[in-house]
């Protein structure tokens, strides 16, 4: 029987489904032992701070985490971070091979004038603010226009334009933030325009986000129909199955009788954003017509950019082009990369499955003698690791607290808060 040492840095979806994947590749004759190092005081990744709190079905995919976390021979480490607490080469020297996890979470930037202005910012920090991510609790978000603009065609545009356009008392069952069901209480946003810079039939929504925007009870949803006919004409008879799942979609939304409620969410397409516009912060953003000459500007208070995202560089570890740079998933050395941080930020969590497999079957097959000692145990320097038993009671504590109030959990904001929950 041979042991080995994995360290996977990063405890979101891949992470665990890397874990996962050496889980089922252990045998009688080989061993993992797993320790998962994660920066925040919670594990979990985008399943906590990412994914739209208004989707609670999808955070099941937690239950999956926890019995990973269970399976003997894993260990977690939050509450602890690359760069202060420790260096990729400490982890390879210690690890039989170290698997980097760490995802996209920097927003990429439209590189337009005005870009800067307050009233504009990414989904990237949007999300976690409405998510309760200790890093993005003080941020202060504008609510106070009547108009919002959402750039980008993605899911998660979706989840950002519909965050601001529900009637917020449908967020109190859910685990949203408190500060941020506050503040969108008190939102004055009445109108969110969702704008693709190309046709409908090129929008990177999924159907099922799409077939569930007419189940919304409080907001109107408006796609303009010849919008879609015109996307059904350049899509032409070859058109591939997602995309004509997506046009269907947006079809029915676009032919359903109108809607008289107080909230609009209103979907914009050719449209290419050119200039954030406004006296100290955003008060217009100016459009030109995709592939054609005209100009025209929507005026609004609040700008938020859902483009996609990149991984920020980590010290020690090869970077281009917001990943790391890998050959399906091998880094160098004893490293190796999974997750969004290895391909880019495309797919959704059940994507990491059987990326993080074929990843950890390379890594297996690349393994030597196993190293004789050493840990992360030796490295951290202080006393606040939150471990599994930690986390369980950090957990515990949050869905204790949110079920007099009827809903999955109420978060726990700060880092002091999380880590108080836990007992450290
Ligand atoms: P995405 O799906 O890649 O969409 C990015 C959008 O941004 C595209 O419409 C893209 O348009 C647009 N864009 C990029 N650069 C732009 C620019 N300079 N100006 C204007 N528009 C620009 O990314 P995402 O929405 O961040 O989602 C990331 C992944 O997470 C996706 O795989 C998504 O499905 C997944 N996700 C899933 C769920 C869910 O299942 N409910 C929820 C959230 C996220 P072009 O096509 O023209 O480049």
């Given at each position: 029987m041979?042991s080995?040492?994995v360290a996977?840095?990063?405890?979101?979806?891949?992470g665990?489904?890397?874990?996962?994947?050496?889980q089922n590749?252990?045998?009688e004759?080989?061993?993992?032992?797993?320790?998962?190092?994660?920066r925040?005081p919670?594990?979990?990744g985008?399943?906590?701070?990412g994914v739209?709190?208004d989707?609670?079905k999808i955070?099941?995919?937690?239950?999956?985490f926890?019995k990973?976390?269970n399976?003997?021979?894993?260990?977690?480490?939050?509450?602890?971070?690359?760069?202060s607490?420790?260096?990729i080469?400490?982890l390879?020297?210690?690890?039989?091979?170290?698997?980097?996890?760490?995802?996209?979470?920097?927003?990429?930037?439209?590189?337009?004038?005005?870009?800067?202005?307050a009233?504009?910012m990414s989904?990237?920090?949007?999300?976690?603010?409405?998510?309760?991510h200790?890093?993005f609790?003080d941020?202060?978000i504008?609510l106070?226009?009547?108009?919002?603009?959402v750039?980008?065609?993605?899911?998660?545009a979706m989840?950002v334009?519909?965050?601001?356009?529900?009637e917020p008392?449908?967020l109190d069952?859910?685990?949203?933030?408190?500060?941020?069901?506050?503040?969108?209480?008190e939102?004055?946003?009445?109108?969110?325009v969702?704008s693709?810079?190309?046709?409908?039939?090129?929008?990177?929504?999924?159907?099922?986000?799409?077939?569930?925007?007419?189940?919304?009870?409080?907001?109107n949803v408006?796609i303009?129909?010849?919008?879609?006919?015109?996307?059904?004409?350049?899509a032409g008879?070859?058109?591939e199955?997602?995309?004509?799942?997506?046009?269907?979609?947006?079809?029915?939304i676009?032919?359903r009788?109108?809607t008289a409620?107080?909230?609009?969410m209103?979907?914009q397409f050719?449209?290419?954003?050119?200039?954030?516009?406004?006296?100290?912060?955003?008060?217009e953003v100016?459009f030109q017509?995709?592939g054609?000459?005209?100009?025209?500007?929507?005026?609004?208070?609040?700008?938020?950019?859902?483009?996609g995202?990149?991984?920020p560089s980590?010290?020690?570890?090869p970077?281009a082009?917001?990943?790391?740079?890998?050959?399906?998933?091998?880094?160098?050395g004893n490293?190796?990369?999974?997750?969004?941080?290895k391909?880019g930020?495309?797919g959704?969590i059940?994507?990491?499955?059987?990326?993080?497999?074929?990843?950890m079957?390379?890594?297996v097959?690349?393994?030597?003698?196993p190293?004789i000692?050493?840990d992360?145990?030796?490295i951290?320097t202080?006393?606040?690791?939150v471990?599994q038993?930690?986390?369980?009671?950090?957990n515990?504590a949050?869905?204790?607290?949110?079920?007099?109030?009827?809903?999955?959990?109420?978060?726990?904001?700060?880092?002091?808060?999380l880590?108080?929950?836990?007992?450290?």
């Amino acid at each position: 029987m041979k042991s080995y040492k994995v360290a996977i840095v990063g405890a979101g979806p891949a992470g665990y489904f890397a874990a996962q994947a050496l889980q089922n590749l252990a045998s009688e004759e080989l061993a993992f032992s797993i320790d998962m190092i994660e920066r925040l005081p919670t594990p979990w990744g985008l399943v906590r701070s990412g994914v739209a709190p208004d989707h609670p079905k999808i955070k099941s995919v937690s239950k999956v985490f926890e019995k990973i976390a269970n399976t003997p021979g894993f260990r977690l480490f939050a509450n602890v971070e690359l760069g202060s607490d420790f260096t990729i080469e400490q982890l390879k020297e210690r690890y039989d091979a170290v698997v980097i996890a760490t995802g996209s979470p920097r927003g990429k930037k439209l590189g337009i004038p005005g870009e800067e202005l307050a009233g504009s910012m990414s989904a990237a920090t949007f999300v976690p603010w409405y998510n309760a991510h200790p890093d993005f609790k003080d941020e202060q978000i504008d609510l106070s226009s009547h108009k919002a603009v959402v750039i980008g065609a993605g899911n998660v545009a979706m989840d950002v334009a519909r965050m601001l356009a529900l009637e917020p008392s449908e967020l109190d069952p859910t685990d949203t933030a408190d500060h941020a069901i506050e503040a969108l209480k008190e939102s004055a946003i009445r109108e969110v325009v969702i704008s693709a810079r190309r046709g409908a039939e090129h929008a990177a929504f999924t159907s099922p986000e799409l077939r569930e925007l007419p189940k919304l009870e409080h907001t109107n949803v408006v796609i303009e129909p010849e919008d879609i006919s015109a996307a059904i004409v350049r899509a032409g008879d070859e058109i591939e199955k997602d995309t004509k799942s997506n046009l269907d979609a947006m079809i029915v939304i676009a032919e359903r009788e109108p809607t008289a409620h107080e909230r609009t969410m209103r979907f914009q397409f050719m449209a290419t954003p050119i200039e954030i516009k406004g006296n100290g912060r955003v008060e217009e953003v100016v459009f030109q017509r995709t592939g054609g000459d005209e100009k025209f500007s929507i005026k609004c208070g609040l700008v938020i950019t859902a483009i996609g995202y990149e991984s920020p560089s980590l010290e020690g570890v090869p970077y281009a082009q917001g990943k790391v740079v890998n050959t399906d998933g091998y880094v160098e050395g004893n490293l190796y990369v999974v997750g969004w941080a290895k391909r880019g930020p495309s797919g959704v969590i059940g994507t990491n499955k059987s990326d993080a497999a074929d990843v950890m079957k390379l890594l297996v097959s690349q393994l030597s003698e196993p190293k004789i000692s050493g840990d992360i145990t030796e490295i951290i320097t202080h006393d606040k690791v939150v471990t599994q038993m930690h986390w369980e009671q950090i957990n515990a504590a949050e869905v204790a607290a949110g079920e007099p109030l009827g809903k999955p959990r109420k978060k726990a904001v700060s880092r002091e808060e999380l880590l108080n929950l836990g007992a450290l």
